[in-house]
């Protein structure tokens, strides 16, 4: 097309979610300026919008074509089509000029709508001209969180035969998904599943680990990124440390330990389970009292390998040059004692599902054992073995979850493992009255709602109704529920209430996505490219996102969505290059591209 | 039993509060749980919020839970979706209000400022006009105001009238109480009937026991004079507040309306004579609770007083103002003042007289009737319901 076609452009500005990330003052000066505009029109500004006023507009100024600009612009095609026909013009030269999906582009979106307008106007479909540039990859990746999500990623891109940097804040890999018991809908053995592939991790010649480290700046651009890593001193030598555990014998100060979710206690220096990957030990410095006052070092001094155990080691910082990057950080669970009525904190038998999942764990410091929690001597309030067996279970559902107070969305997992973590209780203990307080059953997925149904012949009393408040009466917790199906008040007595906690993002979620250019949503989930088609990929080239990070998901949902991220990131190394973001395209690129065209 | 869906009823609702926020519940029935008053078959407030998400009407009108409900606000606070539905249940009672009562006036005051500000102002208009008629002041009230102040320094409070002299404007004043306490009556009982009929007749689920309708009748004067259901409330300090307005106004309507002639007398009782010291704490009593209320109401930081309805305020001017212009009567006649003291008591009865004409058997102060009633009736109905489970009991058996 050399001629240049008369064209008049329509601007919508709609009072929806997106609209105030543009300037529309700015788009519509622009398009005034393109050639061959003849008129810009707010058609917002229009008393009523109907086709034969618009046919008038038209006609006055003579125009071939129409350019619909806006959000979503498409609803209003109808209007301009009957508009077109009225004069004797063609329906099909109403053109749509869609901003939606730039509004996300903070800061460039205004440039971005410009360049999609001024496509339109020259009758050039966008996504031919704006592509965003190519990088050349570097081969290496970063896997950030060593979690079922992080190791599933790692060991695919690994096999593939590229190099992986698997990095974990804690001492261990393994995440959540190591603390766990079983998994639902097949009670498999979680630890069953995990511990080989953590080994295989760990003994992978691509894979290197770096534990006990965070991300602390990333430079470059994708494909090319280069980043620095704040590695925490260990204080233990983990090439010489051979895992023998007299330290941890030795060691006079005890903490409560992260792995069993503080339902246990374990020394300073400590490895966080038996089958830790890397297995070797490291020194809490928040509780070692050489750290605190300079003295101590029993450690040291036991220690059969000679200097292994460096009490004076510093943190270091080092730097890695990768081509992708995969965040796979996880989530943490909610606070129970936010949510005062359960007097979580306040009632010693009042237990998160976490806590639960520990203390009916083989491995767990009960050794499987469903016990009462009581204090130890220097006032802890732990688990031990011999301390009674609960008759009645109340697990309470949407703790944190589904309420306005505390986080909106459904953390999708808490209804399945509130009924795995029934039947876990039934098994133990045949008589025991378990109770679940729901307010919806989700069960959705394959094999779910048969599980449900598996629990429901199972004895257990499922009852819809939230409850509103625990009280503490003697040794017994007598909660207080509308049964909804039944019309009652019930007031319940049982002898231990789990509650079951909702997913939240990590607390540096937010800091990790600024660090790497990320969008998180209202709620703290990293954003995805797309919902329903890309929901790996961002929006930054070259970082992808797997599991929990992105938003509630159960565990086989977390490997599959790992293995995607880790296709696209070997899908970039085998193409050798790696699409930059369209953030990176600029008004002036796109002017210049287009005159080439024309 | 079929029930009528109304979908409009949603939008009738609306007039009746400020939110809609009940659009939001699920059903997770924690505010049931949370509740201290709810009991088996009276499930409130979820129950009233899904009759009002399903626009059934009937089971509204028939239903008692928004009077056994005292917007402690607790259920407001703890509800995990935010719907409100402890201000749902003050919206019903507003809506049941504008139901029971068969003039149809309830209805135009609580959806139409105009109506509301036009009858107050109409009633009080003629209150003045008939003073200004049939009692006008003293010609020499003006001129002489020392022939109306008797020895003890005081204003002969029945003699400033120049028509009717002496023992006659008090008798005219009682005269007009008992009119007034006549027609307030009439509305409030002929109200309270179509509540019995609304709600223990129509409701075709029961049948109450006769023998109920005489043993539970105590259950009328407890709970009007104590209140105390309203004590199971975990915040107490709302219900110890409302049992010292109620006690200070009931002593103050004895005293003006029932009282009339023994308490508008001439004599000026020393200060401990048992009228005044009863007049004194239903006056303190009522500033006391104005003053609290209305602080709570501006700050809107709790619950139960964030959403004020503009009847809840006109409640509480009205009510003030007519406790201030009482006082100034009081201080006026006591100072010797006889021209204030009488265009004070016309102010006084201006304010008095509309407040008690609209706010009672039409607005927010019939919940003085309907409360103790509701809670009759919901006895009888629990009556009803006891019967009817031992029924079926004696038949599975």
Same mark, same amino acid.
């Given at each position: 097309?050399?001629?240049?076609?008369?064209?008049?452009?329509?601007?919508?500005?709609?009072?929806?979610?997106?609209?105030?990330?543009?300037?529309?003052?700015?788009?519509?000066?622009?398009?005034?300026?393109?050639?061959?505009?003849? *008129?810009?029109?707010?058609?917002? #500004?229009?008393?009523? *919008?109907?086709?034969?006023?618009?046919?008038?507009?038209?006609?006055?100024?003579?125009?071939?074509?129409?350019?619909?600009?806006?959000?979503?612009?498409?609803?209003?095609?109808?209007?301009?089509?009957?508009? $077109?026909?009225?004069? /004797?013009?063609?329906?099909?030269?109403? @053109?749509?000029?869609?901003?939606?999906?730039?509004?996300?582009?903070?800061?460039?979106?205004?440039?971005?709508?410009?360049?999609?307008?001024?496509?339109?106007?020259?009758?050039?479909?966008?996504?031919?001209?704006?592509?965003?540039?190519?990088?050349?990859?570097?081969?290496?990746?970063?896997?950030? /969180?060593?979690?079922?999500?992080?190791?599933?990623?790692?060991?695919?891109?690994?096999?593939?035969?590229?190099?992986?940097?698997?990095?974990?804040?804690?001492?261990?890999?393994?995440?959540?998904?190591?603390?766990?018991?079983?998994?639902?809908?097949?009670?498999?053995?979680?630890?069953?599943?995990?511990?080989?592939? $953590?080994?295989?991790?760990?003994?992978?010649?691509?894979?290197?680990?770096?534990?006990?480290?965070?991300?602390?700046?990333?430079?470059?651009?994708?494909?090319?990124?280069?980043?620095?890593?704040?590695?925490?001193?260990?204080?233990?030598?983990?090439?010489?440390?051979?895992?023998?555990?007299?330290?941890?014998?030795?060691?006079?100060?005890?903490?409560?330990?992260?792995?069993?979710? #503080?339902?246990?206690?374990?020394?300073?220096?400590? @490895?966080?389970?038996?089958?830790?990957?890397?297995?070797?030990?490291?020194?809490?410095?928040?509780?070692?009292?050489?750290?605190?006052?300079?003295?101590?070092?029993?450690?040291?001094?036991?220690?059969?390998?000679?200097?292994? @155990?460096?009490?004076?080691?510093?943190?270091?910082?080092?730097?890695?040059?990768?081509?992708?990057?995969?965040?796979?950080?996880?989530?943490?669970?909610?606070?129970?004692?936010?949510?005062?009525?359960?007097?979580?904190? *306040?009632?010693?038998?009042?237990?998160?599902?976490?806590?639960?999942?520990?203390?009916?764990?083989?491995?767990?410091?009960?050794?499987?054992?469903?016990?009462?929690?009581?204090?130890?001597?220097?006032?802890?309030?732990?688990?031990?073995?011999?301390? /009674?067996?609960?008759?009645?279970?109340?697990?309470?559902?949407?703790?944190?979850?589904?309420?306005?107070?505390?986080?909106?969305?459904?953390?999708?997992?808490?209804? $399945?493992?509130?009924?795995?973590?029934?039947?876990?209780?039934?098994?133990?203990?045949?008589?025991?009255?378990?109770?679940?307080?729901?307010?919806?059953?989700?069960?959705?997925?394959?094999?779910?709602?048969?599980?449900?149904?598996?629990?429901?012949?199972?004895?257990?009393?499922?009852?819809?109704?939230?409850?509103?408040?625990?009280?503490?009466?003697?040794?017994?917790?007598?909660?207080?529920?509308?049964?909804?199906?039944?019309?009652?008040?019930?007031?319940?007595?049982?002898? $231990?209430?789990?509650?079951?906690?909702?997913?939240?993002?990590?607390?540096?979620?937010?800091?990790?996505?600024?660090?790497?250019?990320?969008?998180?949503?209202?709620?703290?989930?990293?954003?995805?490219?797309?919902?329903?088609?890309?929901?790996?990929?961002?929006?930054?080239?070259?970082?992808?996102?797997?599991?929990?990070?992105?938003?509630?998901?159960?565990?086989?949902?977390?490997?599959?969505?790992?293995?995607?991220?880790?296709?696209?990131?070997?899908?970039?190394?085998?193409?050798?290059?790696? #699409?930059?973001? @369209?953030?990176?395209?600029?008004?002036?690129?796109?002017?210049?591209?287009?005159?080439?065209?024309? | 039993?079929?029930?009528?869906?109304?979908?409009?009823?949603?939008?009738?609702?609306?007039? !009746?509060?400020?939110?809609?926020?009940? =659009?939001?519940?699920?059903?997770?029935?924690?505010?049931?749980?949370?509740?201290?008053?709810?009991?088996?078959?009276?499930?409130?407030?979820?129950?009233?919020?899904?009759?009002?998400?399903?626009?059934?009407?009937?089971?509204?009108?028939?239903?008692?839970?928004? &009077?056994?409900?005292?917007?402690?606000?607790?259920?407001?606070?703890?509800?995990?979706?935010?719907?409100?539905?402890?201000?749902?249940?003050?919206?019903?009672?507003?809506?049941?209000?504008?139901?029971?009562?068969?003039?149809?006036?309830?209805?135009?005051?609580?959806?139409?400022?105009?109506?509301?500000?036009?009858?107050?102002?109409?009633?009080?208009?003629?209150?003045?006009?008939? !003073?200004?008629?049939?009692?006008?002041?003293?010609?020499?009230?003006?001129?002489?105001? =020392?022939?109306?102040?008797?020895?003890?320094?005081?204003?002969?409070?029945?003699?400033?009238?120049?028509?009717?002299?002496?023992?006659?404007?008090?008798?005219?004043?009682?005269?007009?109480?008992?009119?007034?306490?006549?027609?307030?009556?009439?509305?409030?009982?002929?109200?309270?009937?179509?509540?019995?009929?609304?709600?223990?007749?129509?409701?075709?689920?029961?049948?109450?026991?006769?023998?109920?309708?005489?043993?539970?009748?105590?259950?009328?004067?407890?709970?009007?004079?104590?209140?105390?259901?309203?004590?199971?409330?975990?915040?107490?300090?709302?219900?110890?507040?409302?049992?010292?307005?109620?006690?200070?106004?009931?002593?103050? !309507?004895?005293?003006?309306?029932?009282?009339?002639?023994?308490?508008?007398?001439?004599?000026?009782?020393? &200060?401990?004579? &048992?009228?005044?010291?009863?007049?004194?704490?239903?006056?303190?009593?009522?500033?006391?609770?104005?003053?609290?209320?209305?602080?709570?109401?501006?700050?809107?930081?709790?619950?139960?007083?964030?959403?004020?309805?503009?009847?809840? &305020?006109?409640?509480?001017?009205?009510?003030?103002?007519?406790?201030?212009?009482?006082?100034?009567?009081?201080?006026?006649?006591?100072?010797?003042?006889?021209?204030?003291?009488?265009?004070?008591?016309?102010?006084?009865?201006?304010?008095?007289?509309?407040?008690?004409?609209?706010?009672?058997?039409?607005?927010?102060?019939?919940?003085?009737?309907?409360?103790?009633?509701?809670?009759?009736?919901?006895?009888?109905?629990?009556?009803?319901?006891?019967?009817?489970?031992?029924?079926?009991?004696?038949?599975?058996?």
């Amino acid at each position: 097309m050399k001629s240049i076609v008369k064209t008049v452009i329509c601007t919508v500005k709609t009072d929806g979610d997106y609209s105030h990330l543009f300037d529309y003052e700015d788009i519509v000066h622009y398009a005034d300026h393109i050639e061959g505009v003849l *008129k810009v029109l707010d058609i917002s #500004k229009l008393p009523v *919008k109907s086709p034969l006023q618009l046919s008038e507009i038209l006609r006055e100024t003579g125009a071939d074509r129409i350019v619909i600009a806006g959000i979503h612009p498409g609803m209003h095609k109808g209007i301009f089509a009957n508009a $077109m026909l009225r004069i /004797g013009k063609k329906a099909e030269d109403v @053109i749509l000029a869609d901003f939606t999906e730039y509004a996300i582009l903070n800061g460039k979106s205004t440039e971005m709508a410009k360049a999609v307008l001024l496509c339109a106007v020259k009758g050039i479909e966008p996504s031919s001209v704006l592509i965003p540039n190519e990088y050349e990859i570097m081969p290496d990746t970063l896997v950030i /969180g060593g979690g079922i999500a992080g190791i599933q990623a790692s060991l695919e891109i690994a096999n593939g035969g590229q190099k992986v940097y698997l990095l974990e804040r804690t001492g261990t890999i393994g995440g959540h998904m190591a603390m766990f018991d079983k998994t639902f809908p097949t009670l498999d053995c979680a630890a069953c599943i995990l511990t080989p592939k $953590m080994v295989e991790v760990g003994q992978h010649p691509n894979i290197e680990i770096i534990t006990y480290s965070d991300v602390r700046k990333v430079e470059g651009s994708p494909g090319n990124y280069t980043v620095t890593i704040h590695k925490k001193a260990r204080r233990v030598d983990i090439n010489t440390c051979i895992g023998c555990g007299t330290c941890a014998e030795k060691c006079p100060r005890t903490a409560p330990s992260e792995f069993d979710s #503080k339902t246990t206690l374990r020394k300073a220096i400590y @490895i966080s389970f038996p089958q830790a990957v890397p297995n070797k030990y490291l020194i809490d410095a928040d509780h070692c009292t050489y750290v605190e006052n300079g003295k101590c070092g029993v450690c040291v001094k036991v220690c059969p390998v000679p200097d292994c @155990i460096n009490l004076d080691e510093k943190d270091t910082e080092i730097k890695i040059k990768v081509g992708s990057i995969i965040v796979a950080t996880g989530f943490k669970v909610f606070d129970a004692s936010r949510a005062t009525q359960f007097g979580y904190g *306040k009632y010693p038998n009042v237990l998160t599902s976490l806590e639960f999942e520990r203390i009916i764990n083989a491995s767990g410091p009960t050794d499987g054992n469903i016990t009462f929690r009581t204090q130890d001597k220097k006032g802890n309030w732990i688990f031990t073995k011999d301390s /009674g067996e609960p008759e009645s279970i109340a697990i309470i559902h949407c703790v944190g979850s589904r309420d306005e107070h505390f986080n909106k969305y459904c953390s999708k997992v808490c209804c $399945m493992y509130s009924l795995k973590l029934a039947h876990l209780v039934k098994e133990k203990i045949h008589h025991a009255d378990v109770y679940e307080y729901f307010i919806d059953m989700r069960a959705f997925g394959k094999g779910y709602e048969e599980f449900y149904e598996r629990i429901k012949g199972e004895g257990v009393h499922i009852i819809r109704g939230r409850t509103a408040k625990i009280e503490q009466k003697g040794n017994k917790l007598i909660l207080r529920s509308e049964d909804i199906l039944n019309e009652k008040i019930i007031e319940q007595e049982v002898d $231990m209430v789990i509650l079951s906690v909702g997913l939240e993002p990590t607390e540096d979620s937010k800091n990790l996505a600024s660090l790497l250019g990320l969008q998180t949503d209202n709620s703290g989930w990293f954003n995805e490219a797309n919902y329903t088609i890309d929901q790996v990929n961002t929006y930054t080239g070259g970082i992808s996102i797997a599991g929990l990070c992105q938003g509630p998901k159960d565990i086989p949902d977390t490997v599959a969505q790992a293995s995607a991220a880790a296709a696209r990131v070997l899908q970039r190394i085998i193409r050798g290059s790696v #699409k930059g973001s @369209i953030k990176d395209l600029s008004l002036r690129f796109v002017e210049e591209k287009i005159k080439a065209l024309m | 039993m079929r029930y009528k869906v109304e979908p409009d009823l949603k939008q009738d609702l609306k007039k !009746f509060g400020i939110h809609d926020e009940w =659009k939001d519940c699920f059903h997770c029935g924690n505010c049931t749980a949370i509740c201290p008053l709810t009991e088996n078959n009276f499930l409130f407030p979820r129950k009233a919020i899904r009759n009002v998400q399903m626009g059934l009407k009937d089971k509204i009108t028939s239903n008692l839970d928004p &009077w056994l409900c005292y917007y402690c606000g607790e259920c407001s606070e703890t509800c995990p979706r935010d719907a409100n539905p402890g201000e749902l249940m003050m919206t019903l009672r507003r809506y049941l209000t504008s139901k029971y009562d068969w003039t149809g006036l309830s209805r135009k005051f609580y959806t139409s400022h105009f109506w509301e500000f036009g009858a107050i102002i109409f009633i009080a208009a003629i209150v003045v006009a008939l !003073f200004a008629i049939f009692l006008p002041p003293a010609a020499d009230l003006m001129l002489n105001p =020392k022939n109306f102040i008797n020895e003890q320094g005081g204003v002969m409070i029945n003699n400033l009238s120049a028509t009717f002299g002496g023992d006659n404007f008090v008798s005219i004043i009682e005269w007009g109480d008992w009119t007034m306490a006549i027609i307030v009556a009439t509305l409030l009982i002929t109200n309270i009937l179509r509540m019995f009929y609304k709600s223990i007749i129509k409701d075709y689920t029961i049948k109450v026991p006769f023998g109920s309708y005489f043993s539970e009748a105590w259950q009328l004067v407890w709970n009007f004079a104590l209140q105390p259901k309203f004590s199971k409330c975990d915040k107490k300090s709302y219900w110890i507040g409302h049992l010292l307005l109620m006690s200070s106004y009931s002593i103050m !309507f004895a005293i003006i309306v029932v009282l009339l002639p023994k308490f508008q007398i001439e004599e000026i009782k020393p &200060w401990y004579n &048992w009228q005044r010291i009863l007049g004194y704490y239903a006056t303190f009593g009522l500033l006391f609770f104005l003053i609290y209320v209305s602080i709570k109401r501006f700050q809107a930081k709790e619950v139960s007083t964030k959403y004020s309805h503009i009847t809840d &305020w006109l409640f509480i001017i009205m009510l003030g103002l007519t406790t201030i212009t009482g006082i100034l009567v009081h201080f006026f006649r006591i100072g010797g003042l006889p021209g204030a003291t009488y265009y004070m008591y016309v102010i006084h009865l201006a304010i008095l007289v509309p407040m008690i004409l609209i706010e009672v058997p039409f607005s927010k102060w019939s919940h003085l009737a309907y409360r103790p009633f509701a809670v009759y009736f919901s006895q009888l109905k629990k009556a009803a319901y006891k019967k009817q489970s031992s029924v079926k009991i004696a038949v599975a058996a």
